[in-house]
């Protein structure tokens, strides 16, 4: 269950109708517990059913560590783990062929090489454009995460970032310079896909720790065509997670 940000229509009414409960004053400050009206106080809902326990783990509040992923690393340990254990994308597949969420599609591009699905995420309610989110799927279904991308994704994600920009100003009004667009390393689901989120809206994920801006990914490739292969990446694992456990057991994850 999700507090979703709240709208400015919304705001004038929650100031009046609401009941304030006064629980500190200091000078000119003042804190309250504020019990909105019953129409004001919906919650934004998400249901897996049925879950699996990688579902269960991943919505569990657990201990963090930064893991450093070298090429060999992921050779060894993170691609086996993928193939052998990675949560479904047959929703995504859904999205591709039509079988689900068709009607909110944004904007697409068939090209089998450098087309996607632009739509939104179903962390966003679709409400206020506060917390704005949509994901692009790529097409192609060979390009498990980031460590995938040589620079001859280039066209493919230059492709993504301007068409996709160009969807989101036409049907919300918002421009490219007030979006953060980038991809997730390790995603959840092995099947490239793009975020684009507000720039003023703090979406889970997109510190520094997981996000990689989708315009660096672009320069890095055309500056150095195996960056993503080449290069260690960085990102955070919970304790318990499976990815984790075998890091662990490689010797690879710091005691701390
Ligand atoms: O990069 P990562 O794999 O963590 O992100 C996957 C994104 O896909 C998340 O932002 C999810 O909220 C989003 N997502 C996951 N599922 C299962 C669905 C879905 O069924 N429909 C839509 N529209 N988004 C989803």
Same mark, same amino acid.
């Given at each position: 269950?999700?507090?979703?940000?709240?709208?400015?229509?919304?705001?004038?009414?929650?100031l009046?109708?609401?009941?304030?409960?006064?629980?500190?004053?200091?000078?000119?400050?003042?804190?309250?517990?504020?019990?909105?009206?019953?129409?004001l106080s919906d919650?934004?809902?998400?249901v897996?059913?049925?879950?699996?326990?990688?579902?269960?783990?991943?919505?569990?509040?657990?201990?963090?560590?930064?893991v450093?992923?070298?090429?060999?690393?992921?050779?060894?340990?993170?691609?086996?783990?993928?193939?052998?254990? @990675?949560?479904? !994308?047959?929703?995504?597949? %859904? +999205? #591709?062929? =039509?079988?689900? /969420? *068709?009607?909110?599609?944004?904007?697409?591009?068939?090209?089998?090489?450098?087309?996607?699905?632009?739509?939104?995420?179903?962390?966003?309610?679709?409400k206020q454009?506060?917390?704005?989110?949509?994901?692009?799927?790529?097409?192609?279904?060979?390009?498990?995460?980031?460590?995938?991308?040589? @620079?001859?994704? !280039?066209?493919?994600?230059? %492709? +993504? #970032?301007? =068409?996709?920009q /160009? *969807?989101?100003?036409?049907?919300?009004?918002?421009?490219?310079?007030?979006?953060?667009?980038?991809?997730?390393?390790?995603?959840?689901?092995?099947?490239?896909?793009?975020?684009?989120?507000?720039?003023?809206?703090?979406?889970?994920?997109?510190?520094?720790?997981?996000?990689?801006?989708?315009?660096?990914?672009?320069?890095?490739?055309?500056?150095?065509?195996?960056?993503?292969q080449?290069?260690?990446?960085?990102?955070?694992?919970?304790?318990?997670?499976?990815?984790?456990?075998?890091?662990?057991?490689?010797?690879?994850?710091?005691?701390?």
């Amino acid at each position: 269950m999700e507090k979703t940000p709240i709208g400015h229509d919304s705001l004038a009414e929650m100031l009046k109708d609401s009941t304030l409960e006064l629980k500190m004053k200091n000078d000119i400050y003042s804190t309250y517990q504020l019990i909105p009206p019953a129409h004001l106080s919906d919650m934004k809902t998400t249901v897996i059913c049925p879950a699996t326990q990688k579902h269960v783990k991943k919505y569990q509040v657990q201990e963090t560590f930064l893991v450093e992923e070298t090429e060999e690393d992921y050779r060894s340990i993170t691609l086996p783990y993928i193939q052998s254990q @990675s949560f479904s !994308v047959q929703w995504v597949y %859904n +999205i #591709l062929e =039509k079988k689900a /969420e *068709a009607e909110r599609i944004i904007c697409e591009d068939p090209d089998p090489k450098t087309g996607f699905v632009l739509l939104p995420d179903f962390k966003w309610d679709m409400k206020q454009l506060d917390d704005l989110y949509l994901i692009a799927i790529v097409r192609s279904r060979d390009i498990k995460s980031l460590r995938d991308l040589r @620079s001859e994704h !280039v066209p493919l994600l230059e %492709n +993504i #970032l301007r =068409k996709g920009q /160009e *969807a989101i100003l036409k049907k919300f009004s918002v421009p490219a310079c007030k979006l953060r667009i980038y991809l997730h390393y390790q995603p959840s689901y092995y099947h490239l896909h793009v975020h684009f989120t507000s720039l003023s809206h703090d979406a889970p994920g997109c510190g520094v720790e997981r996000a990689h801006l989708l315009s660096d990914v672009i320069l890095n490739l055309k500056g150095s065509p195996m960056y993503y292969q080449k290069r260690p990446l960085f990102f955070p694992l919970q304790a318990d997670d499976n990815l984790a456990v075998k890091f662990r057991e490689a010797g690879k994850l710091p005691n701390c």
